[in-house]
């Protein structure tokens, strides 16, 4: 394990439980994004989804409670949040499992949809684990997390943009965070500089539609809208005929 993984997983450990407290808020961005995630399973006649970093288990109770006909199941490298999730909020443990997002234990397509809440920022290298997203997903994929580009002042935004179109943005994060590469706080631990719109590719080849939805309190003011404007976003692909 990295030195930069070891320190989040030691962070997540230590702050367990109080982990609800400090990231799990009614109407926050990710309960948004579940109302949306909730209602197109239904549309899309999903019948399993794996919550990917499942953390205390707030993915797997909201759509457990809200589509009760479908198999949940989380995973989440961390022991100490799963052992949260079954002990405080009730998430029968055959439901969940100790693993990582970037080597997902499960056969391919073996669910119906996947999805991840607010873990792909704390992910090194995040394209990884929605390539595992979508070996194990069959129908659909849901990502709820940050959007850097809506982030910082206009220019800010614009230069962040520019710098990624021009595939050095990484290198000059680099430099900004003094050869670390992430950044850290003790509200949100060790994080990375990512958007939906970095995964965006990917997914449009793997699925037949992707949809952007934006999920924080932002009223859409420029043509640029969520790319600019919306630092928190659900991203959905979905596709309509398996793999021949």
């Known amino acids: 394990m990295m030195k930069a993984e070891r320190t989040q997983q030691e962070y997540y450990t230590r702050t367990a439980h109080l982990y609800d407290d400090m990231h799990v808020h009614i109407d926050d961005e990710h309960y948004v994004a579940l109302q949306y995630v909730s ?11 794996l919550d990917v970093g ?33 002990g405080r909020n009730l998430i029968p443990a055959n439901f969940m499992s100790l693993a990582s997002g970037e080597a997902l234990p499960f056969a391919d397509q073996s669910f119906d949809a996947s999805c991840e809440l607010g ?3 704390h992910v090194r290298e995040p394209n990884r684990v929605v390539q595992e ?8 994929i849901f990502l709820s997390d940050e ?3 809506a982030h910082g002042k206009m220019f800010s935004r614009w230069a962040k943009l520019a710098l990624c179109n021009l595939g050095i ?16 706080t003790e509200g949100d631990g060790l ?19 992707v949809i952007l939805i934006p999920t924080d309190n ?24 398996g793999p021949e």
């Open 169 to 184: 943005f990484r290198g000059a994060y680099f430099i900004k965070t003094r050869g670390k590469g992430h950044r850290w």
């Open 147 to 149: 959007n850097r580009f």
């Open 54 to 86: 499942c953390g205390t288990g707030r993915g797997i109770k909201y759509l457990l409670e809200r589509n009760p006909e479908v198999r949940v199941h989380g995973i989440d490298p961390v022991k100490a949040l799963l052992q949260q999730a079954s």
């Open 133 to 140: 997203m979508m070996r194990v997903s069959k129908k659909a």
């Open 39 to 49: 209602g197109l399973i239904s549309q899309l006649g999903i019948a399993s989804v």
């Open 218 to 241: 932002v009223k859409p003011q420029s043509r640029f809208h969520p790319l600019l404007t919306s630092f928190h976003v659900l991203l959905c692909a979905i596709r309509q005929q």
């Open 191 to 209: 994080a990375y500089s990512y958007s939906v719109f970095d995964s965006f590719k990917v997914l449009s080849d793997w699925g037949d539609r």
């Open 119 to 121: 873990v792909l920022h």
